[in-house]
């Protein structure tokens, strides 16, 4: 079936060699919450801190130049990775903070640019955000006056587009949405939805954080102004964020966060700020972090995005068509496979999904429960919350039958067959 050598990918993963409850091998089903990490990832942080450790952009030492060259070559990599400009990265601590980053400036903006949000102007989000893009926007509204307005979701899993030019009409100033739902596994339609953002002259906001791990993005073809995603769900270290906006609206908003390394000239009455993406980059960066990310770009594109996602895609369909047999499961989201990722979230009558993550871990099988960061979504299907299994590249149809296997044996310990 594979791509690719699934094997030869496992091996790659130390983790996955572990025994875990009950001398259990992992089966790990949780990358949607944050992936594991290949050897050479790990190796290209150590080597970093052994080889040359110093702060990037700062000193005329070997270390600092050394320092500062593998930091911004590891920004050139994830920005090949996107099809962008170099400088349109900007490396964050988080995909959270890379949206809070454009929320709080459009905040601070001056009356009269383009940013600037007032009362009476609209913010559109969707019903299956998570709530790092929808917090970040709510405490936006808040603050400014603005009205926050969202698509729903259909019954399948969709987002409702019937009233997409209603909701996105003259007032709108910020359109957020995610790429693909990290609940539903849904993939959105991002040029058609681009249409109606243009239409109004509104500024298109994504959350690429369970699609740039997943499948080939690439931000020229999106038709969107910014994207936030974070390393530790594509192969990647944490504490590490990637904002990618197009220059030029980079270079006119207000930073977020301000102190060093990114001004231009500084008195003791004020301060000029420098371009992108140093504006929104105060601070000693998270340079061994990036160099991670970088290596975790490397290994990705080693085995390529095309035959990744269509590993995941025949991943997904055979854990869909599997659970489907099982009575008395019920999968939340899409059930064909087009325009859908691989998450597959789902309830088990008369099992609680706590109970259900319980049960399965001491199988060894790692799932995630909950409301997944998306509790409106949760409100929408009338669950207090799912059982949620995320696939990647190094797992296999082994994974897939033991969590098959695990879910009917939890449900015949529960309900007593």
């Known amino acids: 079936m594979s791509h690719f050598d699934v094997s030869a990918v496992q091996a790659d993963f ?10 259990n091998r992992l089966v790990y089903l949780d990358s949607g919450a944050t992936s594991q990490k290949p050897i050479s990832v790990l190796d290209a942080e150590r080597e970093f801190y052994t080889q040359h450790n110093a702060a990037a952009h700062r000193g005329a030492h070997q270390l600092a130049e050394e320092a500062t060259e593998i ?14 400009k170099v400088d349109e990265v900007v490396f964050t601590k988080s995909a959270t903070e890379s949206i809070n980053l454009v929320a709080y400036s459009f905040g601070n903006a001056d009356l009269g640019t383009k940013f600037h949000i007032k009362a009476g102007d609209r913010i559109v989000v969707s019903e299956m955000e998570h709530h790092a893009n929808l917090i970040p926007w709510q405490e936006l509204a808040k603050r400014t006056g603005a009205e926050l307005v969202w698509l729903s979701v259909t019954d399948d899993g969709r987002l409702d587009l019937s ?8 007032k709108t100033k910020v359109v957020a949405l995610t790429h693909q739902s990290n609940v539903l596994g849904t993939i959105n339609p991002i040029n ?6 243009r239409n109004v002259g509104a500024l298109f906001v994504l959350d690429a954080c369970q699609s740039v791990p997943h499948y080939a993005v690439d931000v020229k073809e999106l038709d969107v102004d910014f994207i936030a995603f974070s390393g530790h769900k594509m192969l990647g270290p944490t504490g590490v964020g990637v904002l990618w906006g197009k220059q030029e609206l980079l270079d006119e908003m207000p930073p977020f966060l301000t102190g060093g390394s990114m001004i231009e000239t500084v008195t003791m009455e004020s301060a000029s700020y420098l371009p992108a993406p140093k504006r929104f980059e105060a601070g000693v960066p998270n340079m061994a972090q990036a160099v991670g990310l970088g290596a975790a770009v490397d290994y990705l594109n080693r085995i390529g995005m095309e035959k990744i996602h269509q590993h995941e895609v025949e991943l997904t369909k055979a854990c869909i068509e599997r659970l489907s047999q099982i009575p008395q499961l019920k999968i939340v989201g899409p059930t064909d496979m087009e ?11 008369g099992i609680h999904p706590h109970d259900l993550g319980q049960a399965l871990d001491q199988y060894g099988i790692a799932v995630r429960t909950g409301h997944h960061c998306a509790w409106p979504l949760m409100k929408k299907y009338r669950v207090v919350a799912t059982t949620r299994a995320s696939l990647y590249l190094y797992n296999d149809l082994a994974d ?3 969590l ?3 879910v009917e044996r939890a449900r015949d310990y529960f309900l007593g067959r």
């Open 71 to 84: 930091f911004e070559a590891a920004r050139g990599k994830v920005a090949a990775f996107i099809g962008a």
């Open 404 to 406: 098959v296997t695990g």
């Open 163 to 170: 009233n997409a030019e209603r909701i996105i009409n003259a």
């Open 400 to 402: 897939v039958e033991a």
């Open 192 to 197: 058609e939805i681009a249409k109606y953002v």
């Open 14 to 23: 130390p983790i996955l060699k572990r025994l875990i409850r009950g001398n």
């Open 339 to 349: 325009l859908r990722g691989g998450v597959v979230s789902f309830t088990l009558d």
